[in-house]
């Protein structure tokens, strides 16, 4: 026989879960929209805007292709989201160390900020309004 | 064993080794100086630091097979943390800028 509440439940429980895998999308775009405006504002790969914004993109690409929501993608052999979000991981990882490594080498602040283009131009103006009051 | 299991134990491994160094951070800059610089840099290292120990938290739990609580709750919980992340660095960046723009006016 079959329990038709048990299979209420299980639909119930899919609908909810694949709603809230959406939300979990929509809420993972903001961030990446964020770092990839100030990645492109930074204009270099070394930033870490660049660095988080392709680790969000790679988890975003994993999640899609987990939650196979995406007609293409199911082609996909199985499992394929999950090694995606392993990626992801991995490469996060390996930033957060890299990251750590270089500042501890060279001295400098782990998370740079965007306006450092900016400090230099600033300097640049001020040394030339020095000269120009002497 | 589910081969996803096994990715949710690599992914919540991965994320264990990335959590030492903002944590070791958060740990140093508590003897440090507190400015206002430093101590913003704390709360966006602290925010980091929740959003990755949430996606062990959520990896370590979808192991066990608690698929609701996992990708229910825990997943969208941590992109909140990142969102929050973002916003907040999104935050200092126009507060540096602002007032490298004071300081160049006065």
Redesign the interface.
Same mark, same amino acid.
């Given at each position: 026989m079959i329990n038709i509440f048990e299979i209420n439940n299980t639909i119930s #429980?899919s609908y909810?879960?694949h709603s809230?895998?959406d @939300? #979990?999308l929509i809420?993972?775009f @903001?961030?990446l929209i $964020?770092?990839v405006w100030?990645a492109l504002r930074s204009k270099s790969i070394k930033a870490f *805007?660049f660095q988080i914004s392709i680790f @969000?993109a790679v988890y975003i690409l994993g999640e899609i292709i987990e939650n196979n929501r995406i007609a293409i993608f199911s082609t996909l052999p199985?499992?394929i989201g999950? *090694?995606i979000?392993?990626g992801s991981? @991995?490469f996060? #990882?390996i930033m957060?160390?890299f990251?750590?490594y270089y500042a501890e080498k060279r001295g400098k602040k782990? $998370?740079e900020?965007?306006?450092d283009g900016?400090?230099d131009s $600033?300097n640049d103006?001020?040394s030339t309004k020095d000269s120009n009051n002497n | 064993m589910l081969p996803s299991q096994y990715y949710n134990i690599i992914d919540a491994i991965v994320y264990l080794i990335a959590v030492i160094i903002p944590a070791y951070f958060i740990l140093k800059s508590r003897n440090s100086i507190n400015n206002n610089d430093s101590t913003h840099l704390r709360k966006l290292t602290i925010i980091l630091v929740g959003f990755i120990l949430l996606q062990v938290l959520y990896h370590v739990i979808g192991t066990f097979g608690f698929r609701l609580l996992a990708k229910g709750f825990l997943e969208p919980l941590s992109m909140v943390a990142l969102l929050l992340f973002g916003v907040m660095y999104l935050i200092s960046t126009f507060k540096a800028k602002k007032q490298q723009q004071q300081e160049f006016n006065t």
């Open positions: #429980t909810f879960l809230m895998s @939300i #979990t809420l993972s @903001i961030p $964020i770092f100030l *805007q @969000i199985p499992n999950s *090694q979000h392993v991981a @991995i996060f #990882t957060m160390w990251r750590f782990m $998370i900020s965007d306006i900016y400090d $600033i103006n001020k | -």
